[in-house]
């Protein structure tokens, strides 16, 4: 009886933690900064935003989309769009998924969705790009 009653307490313990971790569903937006833009002749780097969009849900977000957010690549700063049709989420609201540009290689996208209705993460280029954009969002 013991025994039940310790596995039953620690079931209702890891329901809880994982229910309170869940971020609120529909439509989120929010913006992105790139603190790391230089163009030429520039000493200090420049700030630059853009736009992230996506759909959250139970235990995943869909239709990630990054827009209108410059990233050095090569050279010279470019407009480079992220887009993930899906990021699993763990029981924590935590996800992480990979966008390959065909043009100048993989981004590395992390994300937090809180229990409070905010989300919150960073996309790092792993090709020839170099930098790395962090954003926020809240329901739209």
Same mark, same amino acid.
């Given at each position: 009886?013991?025994?039940?009653?310790?596995?039953? $307490? $620690?079931?209702?313990?890891?329901? *809880?933690? #994982?229910? /309170? %971790?869940? /971020?609120?569903?529909? =439509?989120?937006? &929010?913006?992105?900064?790139?603190?790391?833009?230089? *163009?030429?002749?520039?000493?200090? =780097?420049?700030?630059?935003?853009?736009?992230?969009?996506?759909? /959250?849900? %139970?235990?995943? +977000?869909?239709?990630?989309? *990054?827009?209108? !957010? !410059?990233?050095?690549?090569?050279?010279?700063?470019?407009?480079?769009?992220? /887009?993930?049709?899906?990021?699993?989420?763990? %029981?924590?609201?935590?996800?992480? #998924?990979?966008?390959?540009?065909?043009? +100048?290689?993989?981004?590395?996208?992390?994300?937090?969705?809180?229990?409070?209705?905010?989300?919150?993460?960073?996309?790092?280029?792993? &090709? *020839?790009?170099? &930098? !790395?954009?962090?954003? %926020?969002?809240?329901?739209?």
């Amino acid at each position: 009886m013991t025994t039940r009653t310790l596995a039953l $307490a $620690a079931v209702s313990t890891l329901a *809880l933690s #994982a229910s /309170a %971790s869940a /971020a609120e569903t529909g =439509p989120y937006s &929010g913006a992105s900064v790139n603190k790391e833009i230089f *163009l030429y002749g520039d000493i200090e =780097p420049r700030t630059d935003k853009g736009k992230v969009t996506f759909t /959250a849900k %139970s235990n995943a +977000v869909t239709k990630f989309k *990054l827009k209108g !957010q !410059q990233i050095m690549c090569g050279a010279g700063p470019f407009d480079v769009p992220v /887009a993930v049709a899906k990021i699993n989420l763990n %029981s924590a609201g935590k996800g992480t #998924a990979t966008y390959t540009n065909p043009n +100048v290689g993989a981004f590395k996208i992390k994300i937090k969705m809180s229990d409070s209705g905010k989300a919150s993460g960073t996309i790092t280029p792993t &090709g *020839l790009c170099r &930098g !790395q954009v962090t954003f %926020s969002a809240k329901p739209a």
